[in-house]
């Protein structure tokens, strides 16, 4: 699915990164170990293994170090959660309310064309 392509590129994208994203628990420890001036440590996969069958993408697990720490994420559920889509009911709660947000999103309605 496009879905499934799209999180293989962004995986692949970010293991240029080795900082930010982690593709084994093994190789997040070595990230974390290294210094400015030492080379970052090779990633753990290929795009061969990312592309892999299903049941190996759904086993694959990736770690992202942002403002909360460190998390894992399991590619599978990654995508899952990625399709969800906001409620109408949202989206109404959102446009009638006093929040700012209101006008983020007339902004963006409004200009959208």
């Known amino acids: 699915s496009s879905a ?17 994203l982690f593709t084994s628990r093994t190789s997040s420890a ?11 440590p090779p990633p753990t996969t290929t795009s061969a293994s990312v592309g892999a069958a299903k049941t190996l993408m759904d ?24 399709r969800l889509q906001i409620k109408w009911e949202t989206i109404k709660l959102l446009a009638t309310s006093k929040n700012s947000v209101k006008y983020l999103i007339n902004y963006l309605c409004n200009n959208s064309h």
């Open 30 to 40: 070595a990230a974390t170990t290294t210094t400015a001036t030492s080379p970052p």
């Open 4 to 20: 499934a392509r799209y999180l293989q590129q962004c995986i692949l994208n970010h293991q240029q990164s080795p900082r930010q």
């Open 59 to 82: 086993k694959y697990e990736f770690a992202v170090r942002h403002y909360a720490g460190q998390v894992w994420y399991d590619c599978g559920q990654f995508v899952e959660k990625n």
